[in-house]
């Protein structure tokens, strides 16, 4: 059934009609469409979505596999060998064309699609009100008439008529073009108001930067403001990596080394005297022979595996280059709450009335006996205790819900929640408490504010109440509640308590209130609330995520610094770092306020050692993230607010949360977490580095079995021998080898001890320095193994085809066996278990049984001028190519007893932690 268009009987526009008309066009109401009619709307009106722009054709991903320069040599070498009547070896050139084109279709068909099912699993959320509950759905479920709700930080997920605004402002720049935030409202514009002027409603698209609102669903997907302009926003240019560039870089490197060698092939031979069209057709197999064509081809599975692995262990790729960036990340800034705790918060300790009130029995899921002296004060009705627990629930957008099994059922921020159950188990029914106290109006929390308040009525009187930081409160307050009765606010009485709660490691928020002289006409608009009184504290606990303190302790172990940056009390912080092994005892705590004093160049120096930040504010999570950056670090941090966002995005990889995160956050970062847990980050550091590993032992592979080709060459013409192989020969070699065992390392494992050394530094090149010594070593090694079993072979028979057979089946075993030396750069072959990577082992032998079938075959005996050869020389064979084993494992033990010096690592990877600064 194709979506209907949404009418309404009214000639005037949404934004020209009252909200009481909106909700009878709409056939809707406060209290939300029913289920049932929110799915026949959705079947009648269809998803809520925009057309994406269209995956690419299979033609273009098709051409796309002829786009490298090194494709371009098998190209031309194919039409030069044709136009010169070599129809075997164009043939043979075309085939190995074919199947490279072939196999990068399907792996990159494969990788787009797998790469689109991972954008999917960040699928954008709305909060619903239907049956007059909360829901958090899919925004594509959304319907006409759905009653959405908005906050600070969300996308807009469809075209909403407002019923109701506090304090929000939403940046509409996608659609008007202009940056400063819009102010909404609730009543009705001019029918002709433009756009820009159309206060009443939040468009698809836009970001709230501000507030909170709800308000009616009036137009979907294609049907929004932004569905008709949609056609000028699809089709973005997904750019280059910053890995890919290098891989290209590198693929015009190596294509010009080869085009060199080739020519130097051609060169000596002329000289040498062979003819100039057989060391033509001689160059041009050696190119080809050479040439790495399926470093494409496995560069794009390699990254594309990665990337799903990733996914499994929760951490959703937004952008490529953070797959390369995390193997290089030598500092996690990372949240305290949801990430490094469970963001699962139980009111512990409350302090009213100059009195701390223990309330442990609430900490179990069925609590024990509430203490008769607690639950006294808390029904006292005027009492400090009492009155806390009021603000906490008045001052509070969560909702909680009783369960037969004598529990709650929660929905809203955690923090709000607890003080939501801490107020229920000690006799505060929220509720009922909410239905006494009308609420008017409220001023929702913003991390710059850092409170919040609510406006109520209660028996002709208007009230304020107020929940915040402490030290923020205190600064609205004049007077505090002590034996019912307001006396002057001892600051440092109250401050003294805060720090004892924080000390033990809780979350504390401060509650006040005041009776106002008159109602205000509009709390958005009133001055900040002053002349409170002080009701009490309220300490939660939150406790540390099991596994995060191991996975600090890893990432210590893998070169990487953690560092925590919290907007919680800075003894709160400290005693969470000092569980979680962040840092010791008496470490250095920076707060907001002390990064406000300090300048640049001041900043610069502290954050070499303080690992905890505390009252931080996202302006100044900025500032740190350019300090560590200023040292050379590799900085990955964390958010979920809208004002994270700047801080995400000047991070080398930005980590916003999947689950309590804001949609800016999530648009901002490179990497989303799908559990808001900061061991994902370790995971995802663990498969950043392997992926680059399996990068880098591809390329390794190729080059080096490239090289082999390539001397065994040059050498046979400086010596004047007859050439080991035809080009026909070399091709099937390049066939052989190189198509199968190349994918298969694309699957590798990553290697035990791959958290367990420093950070890779940032630009450092694909092959390493070790590798380009080894890639000489093993090409000189089976260049000349295959020499020296090529002139055996001919010295004993004079048949200078069984030869050649001999030669082409040897440089065949020589890269098979090599293969298992690139499964790692340092760990012995022998060490690795050799069926942890059963695509390389079943690559291996159909390499091998597909070459023997080919000498045994009468037609690619033809093609490729081989004859069968007898077992005495499959045993000589495979006694010369594993030299090639032996020889790389002798140079890893070399290599790992006169380690390379790393003069360029990460300071922080170099420098040891001692154990005052470090509590395992």
């Known amino acids: 059934m194709n979506p209907q268009p949404l009418t309404h009987r009214s000639e005037s526009p949404w934004h020209a009609l009252p909200v009481s008309e909106v909700e009878s066009a709409l056939d809707t109401g406060p209290h939300g469409l029913s289920p049932a009619e929110a799915g026949s709307r959705l079947v009648r009106y269809g998803p809520n979505q925009l057309k994406e722009a269209p995956p690419p054709s299979d033609l273009v991903i098709l051409l796309h596999q002829f786009t490298s320069p090194l494709i371009y040599i098998l190209v031309i070498a194919a039409l030069i060998t044709l136009y010169l009547g070599?129809?075997?070896?164009?043939?043979?050139?075309?085939?190995?064309?074919?199947?490279?084109?072939?196999?990068?279709?399907?792996q990159e068909r494969r990788a787009e699609h797998a790469v689109r099912a991972l954008m999917r699993l960040i699928v954008p959320q709305a909060r619903a009100v239907r049956d007059g509950r909360d829901y958090e759905i899919e925004s594509r479920e959304l319907v006409p008439g759905d009653l959405v709700l908005v906050e600070s930080g969300d996308r807009v997920p469809a075209d909403i008529r407002l019923a109701s605004a506090t304090a929000l402002a939403a940046d509409e720049s996608l659609l008007t073009g202009e940056s400063v935030p819009v102010r909404k409202q609730t009543g009705p514009v001019g029918r002709e108001a433009p756009l820009a002027d159309r206060a009443d409603v939040l468009f698809t698209g836009s970001i709230?930067?501000?507030?909170?609102?709800?308000?009616?669903?009036?137009?979907?997907?294609?049907?929004?403001?932004?569905?008709?302009?949609?056609?000028?926003?699809?089709?973005?240019?997904?750019?280059?990596?910053?890995?890919?560039?290098?891989?290209?870089?590198?693929?015009?490197?190596?294509?010009?080394?080869?085009?060199?060698?080739?020519?130097?092939?051609f060169a000596i031979g002329v000289l040498m005297g062979e003819s100039p069209a057989d060391m033509f057709l001689v160059a041009v197999a050696l190119a080809v022979a050479s040439?790495?064509?399926?470093?494409?081809?496995?560069?794009?599975?390699?990254?594309?595996?990665?990337?799903?692995?990733?996914?499994?262990?929760?951490?959703?790729i937004r952008r490529l280059p953070a797959v390369e960036t995390l193997g290089s990340t030598t500092t996690i800034g990372s949240d305290k709450t949801g990430t490094l705790t469970e963001n699962r918060m139980t009111v512990l300790r409350t302090w009213a009335g100059g009195r701390e009130y223990a309330l442990d029995a609430l900490e179990q899921e069925r609590p024990a006996e509430i203490p008769a002296d607690v639950e006294?004060?808390?029904?006292?009705?005027?009492?400090?205790?009492?009155?806390?627990?009021?603000?906490?629930?008045?001052?509070?957008e969560a909702e909680v819900y009783r369960t037969e099994e004598d529990g709650f059922d929660t929905h809203g921020d955690p923090t709000e929640a607890a003080l939501l159950i801490a107020a229920a188990r000690l006799g505060v029914e929220p509720e009922e408490a909410r239905e006494a106290f009308p609420l008017f109006g409220q001023i929702p929390f913003e991390s710059e504010r850092r409170y919040s308040a609510s406006f109520h009525e209660r028996d002709g009187r208007h009230l304020v109440f107020v929940k915040g930081a402490p030290e923020r409160l205190l600064d609205m307050c004049a007077r505090m509640l002590l034996d019912g009765e307001p006396v002057d606010l001892d600051r440092e009485r109250v401050l003294n308590a805060a720090q004892d709660l924080a000390a033990q490691g809780l979350r504390v928020l401060a509650m006040a209130y005041r009776a106002l002289p008159e109602r205000p006409e509009d709390v958005e608009v009133e001055a900040e609330p002053g002349g409170l009184i002080f009701l009490g504290l309220q300490g939660m606990k939150d406790p540390p995520r099991p596994g995060v303190r191991e996975a600090v302790a890893g990432c210590r172990e893998a070169g990487m610094r953690v560092i925590?940056?919290?907007?919680?009390?800075?003894?709160?912080?400290?005693?969470?770092?000092?569980?979680?092994?962040?840092?010791?005892?008496?470490?250095?705590?920076?707060?907001?306020?002390?990064?406000?004093?300090?300048?640049?160049?001041?900043?610069?120096?502290?954050?070499?050692?303080?690992?905890?930040?505390?009252?931080?504010?996202?302006?100044?999570?900025?500032?740190?993230?350019?300090?560590?950056?200023?040292?050379?670090?590799?900085?990955?941090?964390?958010?979920?607010?809208?004002?994270?966002?700047p801080a995400l995005k000047a991070a080398d990889i930005g980590i916003a949360m999947g689950k309590s995160g804001t949609d800016v956050a999530r648009e901002a970062a490179d990497m989303v977490l799908a559990d808001d847990n900061f061991i994902s980050i370790y995971a995802a550091v663990e498969e950043g580095r392997v992926t680059f590993d399996n990068v880098r032992k591809v390329t390794f592979f190729l080059i080096s079995t490239g090289a082999a080709a390539i001397l065994t060459i040059l050498a046979t013409l400086v010596l004047r021998w007859p050439l080991p192989l035809l080009p026909a020969q070399l091709l099937w070699l390049n066939l052989v080898t190189n198509g199968l065992q190349d994918v298969a390392l694309a699957f590798e494992p990553g290697e035990s001890g791959v958290l367990r050394r420093p950070p890779r530094r940032p630009g450092e090149g694909v092959i390493s320095p070790l590798l380009w010594e080894r890639t000489v070593v093993t090409g000189i090694v089976m260049a000349i193994g295959t020499l020296l079993l090529f002139q055996w072979e001919l010295g004993r028979t004079e048949n200078l085809e069984r030869a050649r057979t001999v030669a082409l089946t040897t440089m065949v075993l020589f890269q098979n066996f090599h293969v298992w030396n690139a499964r790692s750069s340092q760990t012995s072959a022998f060490r690795i278990n050799p069926f942890s990577n059963p695509f390389l082992f079943v690559a291996v032998a159909a390499a091998l049984a597909v070459h023997a079938g080919a000498l045994y075959l009468p037609f690619m005996q033809f093609v490729l001028r081989v004859e069968p050869i007898e077992p005495s020389a499959w045993v000589r064979i495979v006694l010369v190519a594993v030299s090639v084993l032996v020889v790389v494992e002798l140079h890893k033990a070399f290599r790992r007893a006169v380690p390379r010096q790393r003069a360029a690592a990460?300071?922080?990877?170099?420098?040891p932690l001692s154990p005052r600064q470090v509590a395992r």
């Open 376 to 396: 006294a004060a808390a029904k006292t009705e005027h009492g400090a205790l009492a009155l806390a627990l009021l603000a906490g629930v008045l001052t509070n």
């Open 208 to 265: 709230v930067t501000s507030g909170r609102g709800r308000g009616y669903v009036v137009a979907t997907g294609e049907r929004t403001e932004l569905g008709a302009i949609a056609a000028q926003v699809r089709g973005e240019v997904r750019a280059a990596t910053p890995l890919q560039q290098r891989m290209t870089r590198f693929a015009h490197t190596i294509a010009i080394v080869v085009a060199v060698a080739a020519s130097l092939a």
């Open 86 to 106: 070599d129809y075997i070896d164009a043939a043979v050139i075309g085939v190995v064309l074919l199947l490279n084109a072939v196999i990068g279709f399907i």
């Open 906 to 911: 990460p300071r922080q990877a170099r420098r």
């Open 564 to 645: 925590m940056i919290t907007g919680d009390h800075a003894l709160t912080a400290r005693a969470i770092a000092r569980e979680l092994g962040i840092t010791g005892d008496g470490a250095p705590v920076l707060t907001g306020v002390d990064l406000e004093k300090m300048d640049a160049r001041a900043l610069r120096e502290r954050v070499r050692e303080v690992s905890v930040y505390a009252r931080v504010a996202p302006e100044h999570k900025l500032r740190i993230v350019q300090a560590l950056q200023s040292h050379g670090e590799v900085v990955a941090v964390t958010g979920d607010g809208v004002n994270d966002a």
């Open 291 to 316: 040439v790495p064509e399926g470093l494409p081809v496995v560069f794009t599975i390699t990254l594309a595996l990665g990337v799903r692995r990733m996914a499994q262990r929760n951490a959703i």
